[in-house]
C-alpha cells in the first residue's frame, strides 16, 4: 500500500527521490539519489526501522555525453526508484504465492528466456516449499543449465522424481514427462547425452507426442521410433503421420 504523499522530491537539482511504502504493516523507506555527478552513478537505499536492509547503484556512463546531462540524470534517478519500489512490491506478492502460482511464473519467464530470473523465482519459492516435488525439478534443471552445478542439479531432479512418486502416489504418470524432461536437460548440459537420450526416452514412454522431449530428440539427430512400429519407417502411413508430428514440434521451438 503506497501513500499518495509519500514522493517527495528536493530541490535541489530534483536529483533525489524519498518514497515511503507499507508492505504487511512494515514501513519502508525508499530513497534514490545522485551520489556524485563526476563519477556518475546513482544510488537506492532500502530502510525498515531506520536500518539499511538493501543498496543498489547504476553506474551512468553515458551522462555526459547526452545533450542535457542534467535532465538525463534526474531520469536515471526516477527509473532507478520506481524499478526498485516495483521489485519490492513483486517480492511482497510472491511471498504470499502458493507452489502453483511459483510455477506459472517460472514457465513464463522460461519462455520469455529469462532464465535468470526464474531461477531466483525459485529459490525464492524453495524457502517456503522446500519439498515441493515440481520446484525442485525445474531448480535442478535450471542449477545445471545456467550455473553449470550439473551434480548437484542432476542429484535435485532426481530427488524431485522421488518426491513424486512418494507424494503423488496415484496419477503421478502424468507428470513424468517434464520431470524426465528437466532431468534429461541437466544430464545434456554436463555432456551425459547417453543419460540423457534414456531420460527422454522415459518421458515419451509416458507420453509419445510430448512436444518439448521430441523436440530435444530432434536437436540430438535422434530419429523417432516410426508412429506405428510394425509397418515400415518409408510406409505412407508413417511417413503421412511422421510429417504431421513435425510440423507440431516445429511450432514448439
Request: hydrophobic fraction near 35%; aromatic fraction near 8%; charge should be positive.
Amino acid at each position: 500500500m503506497k501513500d499518495k504523499n509519500s514522493i517527495k522530491i528536493k530541490s535541489r537539482l530534483q536529483k533525489e527521490i524519498s518514497t515511503n511504502i507499507v508492505i504487511n504493516g512494515k514501513k519502508y523507506l525508499i530513497l534514490t539519489e545522485d551520489v556524485s555527478p563526476f563519477r556518475q552513478f546513482v544510488n537506492t537505499k532500502i530502510y525498515l526501522n531506520g536500518r539499511i536492509i538493501s543498496s543498489r547503484n547504476i553506474e551512468c556512463k553515458d551522462v555526459l555525453n547526452s545533450p542535457d546531462p542534467e535532465k538525463k540524470m534526474v531520469e536515471i534517478v526516477h527509473q532507478q526508484h520506481q524499478t526498485i519500489i516495483k521489485m519490492l512490491n513483486k517480492d511482497n506478492e510472491r511471498r504470499n504465492m502458493t507452489p502453483s502460482k511459483y510455477l506459472d511464473e517460472v514457465k513464463f519467464l522460461l519462455k520469455k528466456k529469462e532464465n535468470r530470473e526464474a531461477l531466483k523465482v525459485l529459490l525464492q519459492a524453495l524457502k517456503k516449499y522446500p519439498d515441493d516435488a515440481f520446484l525442485l525439478s525445474y531448480y535442478g534443471c535450471l542449477e545445471a543449465v545456467i550455473l553449470k552445478n550439473h551434480a548437484f542439479g542432476i542429484e535435485t531432479c532426481l530427488r524431485a522424481i522421488d518426491l513424486l512418486n512418494n507424494t503423488t502416489p496415484f496419477g503421478q504418470e502424468i507428470f513424468y514427462p517434464t520431470f524426465y524432461l528437466n532431468l534429461g536437460r541437466a544430464y545434456l548440459s554436463a555432456g551425459k547425452k547417453k543419460e540423457a537420450v534414456e531420460s527422454f526416452e522415459k518421458g515419451l514412454s509416458f507420453d509419445s507426442d510430448n512436444r518439448d522431449i521430441i523436440w530435444e530428440m530432434i536437436k540430438l539427430g535422434i530419429r523417432r521410433k516410426p508412429p506405428i512400429p510394425y509397418l515400415k519407417r518409408s510406409n505412407p502411413i508413417n511417413k503421412y503421420i511422421g510429417m504431421i508430428l513435425h510440423k507440431i514440434t516445429s511450432k514448439s521451438k
